[in-house]
Nanobody, 114 residues
Framework: VQLQASGGGRVQAGGSLRLSCTTS????????MRWYRQAPGNQRELVAG???????NYADSVKGRFTISRDDANNTVYLRMNSLEPGDTAVYYC?????????WGQGTEVTVSS
């Protein structure tokens, strides 16, 4: 499974971005898709996830600001990020769980300036 992430960039605090992650396999074959992020000097952390059935979960730090969604026709998962804060600055990675295996995208960088 190949994952192609895009949509990162530089924004000011309070701004918005939408990240996309397109898979090489049908999204219906993917049990869970997740977004993680890793800031410099920090461990990679889970941001949001969406199951094949459409259930979602979020890190407490992004609840109410970020929304994960999926476009089944285009095998794409999105992460809409609103009210961005400098603390959201990180490289964002998409992750897919297929059976017992996990796959990672290449990462897309998000920088939020104050």
């Amino acid at each position: 499974v190949q994952l192609q992430a895009s949509g990162g960039g530089r924004v000011q605090a309070g701004g918005s971005l939408r990240l996309s992650c397109t898979t090489s396999r049908s999204i219906f074959e993917i049990r869970v898709m997740r977004w993680y992020r890793q800031a410099p000097g920090n461990q990679r952390e889970l941001v949001a996830g969406i199951t094949a059935g459409g259930s979602t979960n979020y890190a407490d730090s992004v609840k109410g600001r970020f929304t994960i969604s999926r476009d089944d026709a285009n095998n794409t998962v999105y992460l809409r990020m609103n009210s961005l804060e400098p603390g959201d600055t990180a490289v964002y990675y998409c992750n897919a769980v297929v059976g017992a295996r996990q796959y990672w995208g290449q990462g897309t960088e998000v920088t939020v300036s104050s």
